[in-house]
């Protein structure tokens, strides 16, 4: 083989590797962007660069699988969506309290559920793994319920943090999590979700 034959076929191999490893990652990345959604962005306008992003989503999934998750009984699921019903209805007349209780029950049902309780942020990372669809709307009720404790709350937006807390909640008990404050056609009827809105 002639030294032009040699660097032609070295040159052919490298240059097929290359491809093969821009497959391998945009695969990577398609199947990270899939499983997390929007939480995929979000991370990634966190991070310095998008592959510290995806080595944090990928350390999340590794983290996650360590978790004993747990299914709610029917009779948890019950006893919990009737505790979210009574609390929307307390909404009416106590609407800052009323937050600061749906953020207890949500820890409640996330803990219930085998997920760790502890720093919001490690609560959003294991999360994300399976709720990444509604951990926005997670981190806007809990960023509504940090301002109602220091007292800047409107009523309306203790009204959008339950709406938030909602989406999370149900997702948590496996129910389709309602559309908050969303454009007409998202926005499904919802008797629970009524009460908020009076």
């Known amino acids: 083989m002639s030294p032009t034959q040699i660097v032609v076929t070295v040159l052919v191999i490298l240059v097929v590797a290359a491809i093969a490893a821009a497959v391998v990652v945009a695969g990577r990345r398609r199947a990270l962007r899939q499983r997390f959604g929007p939480e995929y962005d979000h991370v990634v306008a966190e991070q310095e660069s998008r592959s510290a992003a995806e080595r944090e989503l990928r350390d999340r999934e590794r983290r996650h699988a360590e978790l004993e998750l747990v299914p709610l009984t029917p009779e948890s699921r019950a006893r919990y969506a009737e ?116």
């Open 83 to 198: 505790a979210w019903e009574e609390l929307q209805v307390r909404f009416i007349d106590s609407p800052a309290e009323t937050v600061g209780q749906a953020d207890e029950l949500v820890s409640r049902l996330i803990a219930e559920r085998g997920y760790p309780t502890g720093e919001f942020d490690d609560q959003i990372a294991h999360l994300s793994v399976d709720h990444a669809r509604t951990l926005g709307h997670y981190r806007d009720a809990h960023e509504i319920h940090l301002r109602n404790s220091r007292g800047e709350a409107s009523t309306e937006d203790l009204r959008q943090a339950v709406v938030h807390y909602r989406a999370l909640f149900s997702d948590l008990l496996g129910e389709e999590p309602p559309v908050a404050a969303g454009t007409p056609e998202q926005r499904q009827p919802d008797a629970a979700h009524d009460a908020t809105n009076r």
